[in-house]
């Protein structure tokens, strides 16, 4: 079955550093890959979306990267704030169609420290 | 900004007692999931439903699990006869189907089972 792996627990980043985030992925690559946040005791929060022919998405400070030769994913958050601690979440999406269930990696605990 | 809600937002039962979750995905949306996170575990998939009908669902879901669209805005997951190991945060999400692939995720059940 498919094992998705998140880097570590926890990363501890200086505020304004870039913090890294990764997700490898066995087997197959999916159709989609996202990106969520977690805060304690919440419901995830969708971030970004990369489609599998796609090498590259930004959006503001957040930008993920696909390499499905790798299978790996790679989450960049640049200047980072003590704001964005949390768990960020790794999900894919296997085919186009909506009934899909999304398979979740672990998370990585992200500490951003002032 | 539309969010998906949950009720209750804790909910304690005996083994063996039933217990219904209540959901009102964002009002527009047509995919409707259940997803379930032991606790310091991952983000599980349980079932997706669209068209009044089960779309997909995990090995999780079995004969003890059942979810239903009662009229055109809740949507539960109703687990028969409950057991310890189903203690859990539970959370429903939606997707538009129109656009984009995210799902959105409400603020989540937390189940104890004693």
């Known amino acids: 079955s498919q094992k998705i792996e998140q880097n570590s627990e926890a990363l501890n980043i200086q505020e304004g550093k870039t913090a890294t985030l990764t997700c490898n992925y066995t087997n197959y690559s999916p159709a989609y890959l996202q990106w969520y946040r977690q805060d304690p005791g919440r419901g995830p929060v969708f971030l970004l979306l990369i489609r599998e022919n796609e090498k590259e998405k930004r959006k503001e400070r957040l930008k993920v990267t696909f390499d499905t030769t790798l299978k790996q994913s790679l989450f960049h958050i640049t200047a980072s704030q003590p704001a964005d601690s949390a768990t960020y979440l790794c999900?894919?999406?296997?085919?186009?169609?909506?009934?899909?269930?999304?398979?979740f990696g672990k998370g990585t605990h992200l500490i951003i420290q002032p | 900004e539309p969010e998906v809600t949950q009720t209750p937002s804790h909910q304690v039962t005996q083994m063996g007692q039933e217990v219904i979750l209540r959901c009102v995905p964002i009002s527009n949306h047509l995919y409707f999931y259940w997803y379930r996170q032991i606790l310091g575990q991952k983000v599980e998939f349980l079932v997706s439903?669209?068209?009044?009908?089960?779309?997909?669902k995990s090995e999780i879901f079995d004969d003890q699990f059942s979810v239903e669209r009662p009229d055109g805005s809740n949507f539960t997951l109703k687990i028969r006869s409950t057991k310890l190991e189903d203690s859990a945060m539970y959370f429903c999400?939606?997707?538009?189907?129109?656009?984009?692939?995210?799902?959105?995720f409400g603020p989540g059940t937390r189940l104890t089972v004693l």
């Open positions: 999400a939606s997707n538009p189907r129109t656009s984009g692939k995210e799902q959105f």
């Open positions: 999900a894919l999406m296997y085919s186009g169609g909506g009934a899909d269930g999304l398979t």
């Open positions: 439903f669209y068209n009044n009908e089960i779309s997909e």
